[in-house]
């Protein structure tokens, strides 16, 4: 099967759509990137857990899913257009990605009509075509940065918005319930990173949940399918409040 730079996931019901920037950290084989593969399993080059989480939640919830199918370390997708050096980082948490180093301005370019274009522009087409009542944008974050290892992030999972927090404000309350450590624009603000969501969902007047879930409580198979009952209900709960 040809490589394909994102993963659709058709369900039938068209008010929840679920949407991982960082699901994979495959590199196409045209693409060197000039780092140890240890690495394509660390925080810098995916987001850990989240494929096998969303496909879970798209299957229990029988929703679409959009899920990114390359490393975040060739094209960041959650960036904004002009975020030049977060986009494509030469380094990302203190190690360094030689293959990113002193790029020509047109292999940027390459690396954004490849990547960064088509799919943000299929996220559009699918909204476009079929729109959601609700989008679920799926991340999991590292408790402790190798560039930082004094900031331990205790939260185990954060809930970040920019301007629209309707979504957010709805689900805090039902996180809360539980016995999990919850942060608000935790463990950075959508006020500041917030791409996706901004392109897709708050232009669209669309409402949406960022998720961010630490990484150490994703880890096995058991954990994801403990998350995944936990978020079945969140959404659910969330959606109804919605409408």
Sequence with gaps: MAYQPWQDIEGADPSIL???????????????????AALYDEHVALDKGIQSLGIKLCQTLDCRGIFAMQSRLIVDLNREENDILGMIPAVSDGYVIP?????????????????YYPYHQHIAEKIKIQRPKLIISLHSFT????????????????????????????????????????????????????????????????????????????????????????LEDIIKETIKKLA
């Design 99 to 115: 293959g990113n180093t002193g790029l020509k301005a047109e292999e940027r370019q390459q690396r954004l009509e490849r990547f």
């Design 143 to 230: 408790p402790c940065l190798r560039s930082n290892m004094d900031c331990y992030r205790p939260w185990h999972v954060g809930l970040l918005y920019n301007n629209d927090d309707r979504a957010t404000q709805i689900a805090i309350p039902l996180f809360k319930k539980t016995s999990l450590k919850i942060g608000e624009n935790e463990p950075y603000s959508g006020r500041i990173l917030n791409a996706t969501m901004n392109r897709h969902a708050e232009a669209n007047n669309i409402p949406y949940l960022v998720l961010e879930i630490r990484q150490d409580t994703i880890k096995n198979e058991q954990e994801i399918e403990n998350w995944r009952v936990l």
């Design 18 to 36: 679920i949407i991982a920037d960082h699901a994979s950290a495959f590199i196409p084989d045209d693409i060197n990137l000039g780092i140890e």
